[in-house]
């Protein structure tokens, strides 16, 4: 029979042992809270945001800041300009057609500049004498996004050849254009926005 003693030193004991167990529960439960927060359904933290210091490259519209997403550009802040690299040709020069856009807006925009929805067409009075689409090969799209006030031009030029375009002679010879001192007109469009002037030039030569 155990004496009073003996009891009291395995109660002792006992509660010893309950305390290093509550202890290894709490850890464990600690543990499970970092490893899986409360409401995580997956274990897994969130992407951290941002840093708050960050400055974004252009000024959100309402539109961005609720979706998030960059919108098209539009008519009204698009300004598209045909460009060539000289006034005047003389014999033998080929003129050097380029173009740039300009996002006017004050927020930023997406547009496709790509060469698919690049046309060159020159004329002179009424009269059509060369189009960039007529015998067009590999067209290829290419989108960017325009910052307010960025401005972008086409990277290489297209060197027209002075002759009349048209699609039926795309592999074949096509007559020249008149060249003593008559003036050409370039209008220029990019996904279907229209340059606001034509650039003019002179062919003397």
């Given at each position: 029979m155990a004496t009073r003693e003996t009891r009291e030193k395995r109660s002792v004991y006992?509660?010893?042992?309950l305390l290093v167990l509550a202890g290894l529960l709490a850890v464990i439960a600690i543990?499970?809270?970092v490893i899986w927060k409360p409401g995580s359904t997956s274990g897994?933290?969130?992407t951290p945001k941002a840093s708050a210091s960050a400055k974004p490259s252009a000024t959100p519209s309402p539109t961005e800041e609720?979706?998030?997403e960059v919108t098209d550009c539009s008519e009204k802040n698009v300004l598209v300009e045909a460009m060539t690299d000289q006034g005047s040709y003389g014999a033998n020069?080929?003129?050097q057609l380029s173009l740039q856009i300009t996002n006017t807006g004050k927020n930023a925009c997406s547009i496709n500049v790509g060469t698919s929805q690049q046309v060159f067409t020159i004329t002179s009075?009424?009269?059509v004498y060369w189009t960039s689409t007529d015998c067009q090969v590999e067209p290829a799209d290419a989108v960017v996004q325009l910052e307010p006030?960025?401005?972008v031009a086409s990277s290489t030029p297209i060197a027209w050849d002075r002759t009349r375009s048209s699609t039926t002679t795309c592999d074949g010879e096509r007559p020249p254009v008149p060249s003593d001192g008559v003036s050409y007109h370039l209008a220029t469009s990019v996904a279907g926005f229209e340059s606001a002037?034509?650039?003019q030039f002179m062919i003397t030569g």
């Open positions: 006992v509660r010893r042992r543990i499970v809270l897994f933290e969130p609720a979706t998030g020069e080929l003129p009075g009424t009269d006030g960025q401005t002037e034509t650039k």
